[in-house]
């Protein structure tokens, strides 16, 4: 049986998103993205994370609307593959390369820990 949603740290969403090269400190105004209540918090998270530092606030105010119409119907109780999926897909549709959801299965998760939050686990 597949576990249920756990929400994952922000910080390491956050490490992805600055990873993608998606900050862009000449941005203007920020786009203002909102997820649907019925959202599993990380969705409302890297949403909120897109809307501030996607380097294209128009572009994360259409795409991402969007993006959530099309992938964003989650069941009520969405396991951690579910949510990964509908997350990949929403960032793919940003179009924006070096742009993904992490998990713990995937060493990518692991390599952007070490990188970003070297200073949590040094002795």
């Not at 997820?35 to 128009?58: H, I, K, N, T, W």
């Not at 952007?112 to 686990?121: E, H, V």
Request: cysteine-free; hydrophobic content about 45%.
């Amino acid at each position: 049986m597949p576990r249920a949603y756990r929400p994952q740290r922000p910080s390491l969403v956050a490490a992805a998103i600055v990873v993608a090269g998606l900050i862009w400190p000449g941005a203007g105004p920020l786009a203002q993205v909102e997820a649907p209540r019925a959202a599993p918090p990380l969705v409302q998270e890297v949403g909120r994370l897109v809307s501030r530092y996607f380097y294209d606030p128009d572009v994360a105010r259409r795409v991402w609307a969007e993006a959530r119409a099309a992938h964003g119907d989650l069941p009520t109780d969405p396991t951690d593959d579910e949510v990964a999926a509908a997350l990949q897909a929403m960032l793919g549709e940003l179009g924006a390369s070096h742009t993904g959801h992490y998990t713990q299965g995937e060493v990518a998760y692991y390599e952007l820990l070490d990188i970003f939050a070297r200073d949590d686990w040094a002795p």
